[in-house]
């Protein structure tokens, strides 16, 4: 098969990329920097001609509210405008796990309308939502870091590893379109001060972690982002992947 993935340079796109070739597809990762811009329409019916299946791990390069809407919605008119023009029999989308149960974040606001495009489309879709990634931990710790403590909320997280989710996208590529969501977690639910207690412990470098729920992003989040009873499970631990990275 001829398969496009969108934001195929990117941390999940790249992973999926080398997925789909190693079991010998025919892939094209589609990305500004390779000439293919969602946000214009730039490059698009070129990389999609002849394609029997789009990939979308595109991410918006701002979380803010306006811009994060404008980019998913934007993207999602032009692309699904080529992928009609291009007879495209199956389109996968990422999303996030608890997407549509978070009303008060702007981002995942847009999201949805994301999601909401995929469904409204007329393409037959299968969407993937994933919990929070292992490599997004740290990130969040940084921002998150006053002086030398790490001020962090107790919300919880069921993280997963960005190749187990790239592991997903690319099998749901390879079937048929399921027109419906498949949501996936990593094995252990955690809150976040405490992966940030995990995180430290593997690697020391001064600072302590405080709980604060005031704090960061996920200050005053519903309980919804480590999934519940139906999500299916990924296998690698967050301590093992420490141990590794």
């Known amino acids: 098969m001829k398969i ?16 789909l070739r ?14 293919v811009d969602t946000l214009t329409g730039e490059g698009l019916a070129e990389a ?9 791990v595109s991410n918006s390069p701002s ?23 291009a007879g495209v029999r199956h389109h ?11 009303p008060d974040y702007g981002y995942y606001r847009a999201k949805v309308a994301q999601e909401d495009a995929v469904r409204g489309s007329g393409v037959p879709y299968s969407i993937v939502r994933a919990t929070q990634f292992f490599e997004f931990i ?3 710790m940084d921002m998150s870091t006053e002086g030398s403590e790490v001020r962090l909320t107790s919300t919880r997280l069921r993280p997963i590893a960005s190749a187990d ?6 099998g749901a590529a390879q079937g048929e379109p399921s ?9 252990e639910v955690y809150g976040l001060d405490r992966l940030g207690e995990i995180t430290l412990a593997a690697k020391p470098d001064g600072r302590t972690v405080v709980t604060d729920e005031s704090a960061g992003l996920f200050a005053g989040m519903p309980d919804v982002l480590a999934g519940d009873d139906t999500v299916q499970v990924a296998a690698t631990r967050y301590e093992d992947w420490l141990q590794r990275n």
């Not at 597809?25 to 990305?31: Q, Y």
């Not at 994060?68 to 405008?81: G, K, M, Q």
């Not at 996968?92 to 978070?102: E, F, K, M, P, T």
């Open 4 to 19: 496009v993935v969108i934001g195929g340079t990117g941390r999940i796109g790249s992973q999926v990329v080398a997925l």
């Open 22 to 35: 190693a079991n010998g597809h025919e892939v094209v990762p589609a990305a500004p920097s390779t000439g």
């Open 48 to 56: 999609l001609k002849g394609a029997d299946v789009v990939v979308d």
């Open 63 to 85: 979380f803010d509210p306006e811009p994060a809407l404008d980019f998913f919605t934007r993207s999602a008119r032009n692309l699904f405008a080529a992928e009609k023009e």
């Open 92 to 102: 996968v989308g990422l999303s996030i796990v608890g997407v549509d149960q978070v």
């Open 138 to 140: 740290a990130p969040v």
């Open 165 to 170: 989710v790239a592991a997903a996208v690319a």
């Open 179 to 187: 027109n419906g969501i498949r949501n996936i977690a990593g094995p």
